[in-house]
């Protein structure tokens, strides 16, 4: 196979993934409001379980962003209980599409990394994803974004808590300590700054607000709350020597 058939190869893959992946998107949340209205409407609690797992906001989330995920992005992750998730379960096609420092805990790397790509990236849209903890640590270089002018968009999950480290500490220690701290408002700390900020309030409105986000020029910052109540779950299968 000769090097542009393999490139069209990986091309027309990358694309059926995405088409795949945005399709799920558009239809999931159809498919949670018509399950929750048969439930209201017959009574029938089956309907109300389908509408709850399809409820997921954190599987939604990478499911949604599958499809934003287009061959044009770059995608910057922090580190955190969100990082697992999408290490998990999305996917790339393209060489150094996504930047990722698996295991080294390097909390607010993203937001810097993602003002960094739209200096090298300047034609491709550039997307960034922390956690509200990890956002923290570096969050004051959103100053930085809007004085470059980076047309780059920052996406907040928010649970209030460093939800990695609890879910470690339970494993440990049995209980949590130290990992809670007050709300995080993307919308005002934008603002302080200079900056654009909006909130995803409801699984039909991921695609919208991104893509409103992109198509609006400088940093934007999107906040969204994140479902980490089945977070217990990815460690079970990591060996307890990983577990410090």
């Not at 995405?18 to 239809?27: D, L, N, P």
């Not at 999931?28 to 409001?33: A, G, K, Y």
């Not at 491709?124 to 809007?146: P, R």
Request: with cysteine; net charge negative; aromatic share 10%.
């Amino acid at each position: 196979m000769d090097n542009f058939i393999a490139a069209r190869s990986q091309m027309g893959m990358s694309l059926a993934f995405h088409i795949i992946y945005a399709t799920i998107g558009v239809s999931l949340p159809l498919m949670m409001t018509i399950a929750e209205w048969r439930w209201r409407s017959t009574g029938d609690p089956a309907y109300l379980i389908l509408a709850k797992r399809w409820a997921k906001g954190t599987t939604i989330l990478v499911t949604e962003l599958q499809g934003i995920l287009t061959p044009d992005t770059t995608l910057c992750l922090d580190m955190g209980s969100f990082h697992l998730w999408m290490a998990r379960h999305l996917y790339s096609f393209r060489a150094r599409q996504i930047l990722i420092s698996n295991g080294q805990q390097t909390l607010g790397v993203a937001l810097p990394w993602a003002i960094a790509a739209t200096l090298v990236r300047p034609a491709e849209k550039v997307l960034s994803i922390s956690g509200d903890g990890g956002f923290l640590f570096s969050g004051m270089e959103i100053e930085t974004a809007v004085r470059l002018q980076s047309n780059l968009v920052h996406m907040i999950w928010l649970d209030g808590t460093y939800d990695m480290v609890a879910v470690q500490e339970e494993q440990k220690y049995g209980r949590p300590s130290g990992t809670k701290f007050g709300p995080v408002d993307p919308i005002k700390y934008a603002e302080a700054f200079g900056a654009q900020g909006c909130m995803i309030q409801s699984p039909d409105q991921i695609t919208s607000v991104l893509k409103q986000a992109f198509d609006t020029s400088g940093p934007v910052l999107v906040g969204v709350h994140g479902d980490y109540r089945d977070n217990h779950k990815l460690f079970q299968e990591v060996s307890d020597q990983s577990v410090h």
